[in-house]
RNA sequence: GCGCCUUUAACUCAGCUGGAUAGAGUAACUGCCUUCUAAGCAGUAAGCCAAUGGUUCGAAUCCAUUAAGGCGCGCCA
């Protein structure tokens, strides 16, 4: 029987609704329905490996002081052939669980058994889960937004796998609407400037330097072949030649922030196959829309949203919602995925309840749609906010900070906070102090464990005294605490996933560090009193450094060997 | 004007669907390498949990109001 928290928590579950069960049946307190309580793990460890506020919480039901009711419920508890060894009454009526020693070795002995799969639930088994992220314009190059959206999106889509979902990455490239045209129009006025510099760039199009580069490259290509046809296959051509090349520079950026996708979806296909189209008719087949100012607009109200918005202009070209509404039309419904994941700006929140009335409108199952909006980063530096700007050409780009900044530590300090934080990113810090991330700390105690391991096996070849560990020589708090944290990873991989937050697995990640180093500094592998304790020991450095090693595959940062 | 987010130590943030003396990392100060990596460990100092009311056995946590800051509210995406 695998040994972790999470059957711990269950069996103890159990344990006390029979408690409870037979006090009732004994008429010890009175036939009231149990109400909900909890079983948490104390902060404080002398509060033991469990609580439960279930005395504290049916004070009210039971018409008893809590400490009473503790006291039936110990007495009443059956520990015998579970993993507990006592409880006992605390405070102002917490029942405080103590797991026995033996369920401890079982940890250690699990993990060595499930080595790199240990951690994984099957809580999604079954379900199939799509996570899109990043996304970003194909107009431009990505800014510090996708770094943070790209690095929470990807550890999600990791933990999601853990958690047993059937998961998929998808970008979803806007290579339609008005944005490309805008970049038609950039393309087109540095193409023909090339020509004629009295031609002028619009205020509202695109400055970038980016721009000029792909008029020159195509001028390198094709001279002046397409200054005098018309500007439809001027553009046309121009786009032809820069978007893919674009496209093609954000997969090889994103791969070398480690991220890769299964699906690229393109908005192109859904104006294509009809599926734009369809949005409209059907909303109005259903009688949602109606007409004003010459626009068509959606009655989203209806469906609670705040306000009704347009779904086609009076010029007659939809706006941007209604390719939207048929992308994830697709995923709820055409792909029917049991989970689609969003990861968005913050600024789009108005957003996401018009988009739901919309699927909702259409029959889809817009409750299956969840959006993790990510508040938006801001980059300080000299103590200044940098202000970004996709206009200036000055922004800071996702190739630039990583550039500036080991790809390990960004993927893990874009996951240290929630997304719904504001994000103050110092690139002073990132960039000059970089040993103060946290990512070294816990990559230290990974090399710190790898040498121990190194060492004794290169110094005594007989150090397995016996197959069989006696892993039960381990008592120290030290390494008591190390297995309790250890024994935790799969409840926290299933937490990180069910509130789609990554920053629970960097967290557990350095505080399984921390205990790590609190446990080398106390108890010496390889100078043990015995050679038993020392395999022992040796035993748990190598759970201790499969289980670090597992969180660090999740966020994709690498596990060195030696530092 | 309306909506969303934020406000906890000098700084950056945790605090899990209300629970036991409010935590961590930086920065500051003090110790610890003639033994496995000192990128470490131990310790000290630092807080009116933005403010005021309310809900109850019990509130940093839930509710209301206020204040400060960020972001939205387009026939832009």
Not at 434 to 459: D, L
């Amino acid at each position: 029987m695998a040994n972790c928290i999470k059957l711990a928590s269950d069996e103890l579950n159990e344990l006390l609704l029979d408690a409870v069960g037979r006090l009732v049946a004994d008429g010890k307190v009175p036939s009231e329905p149990i109400p909900a309580f909890k079983i948490e793990i104390p902060a404080d460890k002398t509060h033991g490996d469990f609580a439960t506020n279930l005395a504290m919480a049916s004070a009210k039901a039971f018409r008893m002081p809590p400490r009473n009711i503790a006291a039936l419920i110990c007495d009443a508890l059956v520990l015998d052939g579970s993993c507990f060894e006592r409880a006992e009454i605390a405070g102002p009526g917490f029942i405080n669980l103590f797991l026995r020693r033996k369920w401890f070795s079982g940890v250690v002995e699990n993990v060595l058994l499930e080595n790199e799969n240990y951690g994984k639930t099957d809580t999604g088994k079954g379900k199939r889960a799509l996570v899109e992220f990043v996304s970003a314009n194909p107009t431009g190059p990505m800014h510090v937004g996708n770094a943070r959206g790209g690095a929470l999106g990807d550890s999600l889509a990791e933990i999601l796998l853990w958690a047993g979902y059937d998961t998929q990455r998808e970008f979803y490239i806007n290579d339609a609407g008005n944005q490309i045209e805008k970049f038609a129009t950039s393309l087109e006025v540095r193409y023909m400037q090339h020509f004629d510099p009295a031609v002028e760039m619009p205020e509202d199009a695109y400055h970038g330097a980016d721009i000029t580069e792909h008029a020159e490259c195509f001028i390198a290509e094709y001279g002046d072949r397409y200054v005098s046809v018309p500007s439809k296959e001027r553009r046309d051509a121009l786009v032809k030649f820069a978007l893919p090349k674009n496209v093609a520079g954000l997969e090889r950026d994103l791969k070398k922030y480690r991220i890769v996708y299964d699906n690229w979806f393109s908005e192109s296909t859904l104006h294509k196959n009809g599926s734009v189209k369809k949005v409209v008719e059907q909303l109005t087949d259903r009688g949602y829309t109606y007409e004003q100012d010459g626009a068509v607009w959606f009655k989203a109200t209806e469906f609670g949203a705040d306000k009704d918005f347009v779904l086609v202009r009076a010029n007659g070209i939809p706006t941007y919602i209604v390719p939207d509404i048929a992308y994830h039309y697709d995923k709820l419904v055409t792909r029917s995925y049991d989970k689609a994941i969003d990861i968005l700006g913050a600024d789009h929140h108005g957003y996401v309840p018009r988009l739901k009335a919309a699927l909702t409108a259409l029959g889809a199952p817009a409750e299956k749609l969840d959006v993790v909006l990510m508040q938006m980063v801001m980059l300080m530096r000299d103590g200044e906010v940098v202000k970004l700007s996709k206009r200036s050409g000055k922004a800071i780009t996702l190739v630039t900070l990583l550039e500036e900044i080991p790809i390990d530590a960004a993927r893990f300090f874009f996951n240290t906070r929630e997304a719904n934080s504001h994000f103050e990113f110092d690139l002073d810090l990132a960039v000059e102090k970089s040993s103060q991330n946290p990512v070294y700390y816990v990559q230290y105690a990974h090399a710190r464990i790898c040498s121990i391991i190194r060492n004794i096996k290169e110094e005594s070849a007989e150090c397995a005294v016996s197959d069989k560990p006696a892993l039960d020589l381990l008592d120290k708090p030290q390494e008591i605490e190390l297995i309790r944290h250890i024994a935790a990873l799969p409840v926290e991989i299933d937490a990180a996933a069910k509130t789609y937050d990554p920053s629970k697995i960097t967290k557990y990640a350095a505080e399984l560090a921390n205990l790590f180093h609190k446990f080398y500094d106390s108890c010496s592998v390889k100078y043990a009193e015995t050679p038993e304790l020392m395999q022992a020991r040796l035993t748990l450095c190598d759970a201790a450094r499969q289980t670090l090693c597992n969180t660090m595959r999740i966020l994709k940062i690498d596990c060195p060997e030696r530092m």
